[in-house]
């Protein structure tokens, strides 16, 4: 059995609207210092596998086919063994 933490992200070059709202909500509570807000996706799916390799093949697929929009987003993973 192993478990994924997958991080969505949008890509350095789309604009990101919910980053600059967040942005915004925390300048107007005071953290002025705060210059900029990439917002994202985590997600952790339990999986069953025979071993590492396939599970990693496995959530590389979920990704790319289901999870992150390649033209606009990247996605990376941890994977460990439960």
């Given at each position: 059995m192993?478990?994924?933490r997958v991080y969505v992200t949008l890509?350095?070059?789309v604009n990101d609207?919910?980053?600059?709202t967040i942005r915004g909500g925390l300048h107007s509570l005071g953290?002025?210092?705060?210059?900029?807000?990439?917002?994202?996706k985590y997600?952790?799916?339990t999986l069953e596998?025979?071993?590492?390799a396939s599970a990693e093949k496995q959530v590389t697929e979920m990704c790319q086919k289901l999870l992150a929009?390649?033209?606009i987003e990247?996605?990376?993973?941890e994977l460990r063994e439960t």
């Open positions: 192993f478990r994924a890509k350095p070059t609207p919910q980053g600059l953290f002025e210092s705060v210059e900029d807000v990439r917002a994202g997600l952790e799916i596998g025979d071993d590492k929009n390649p033209v990247d996605f990376r993973f």
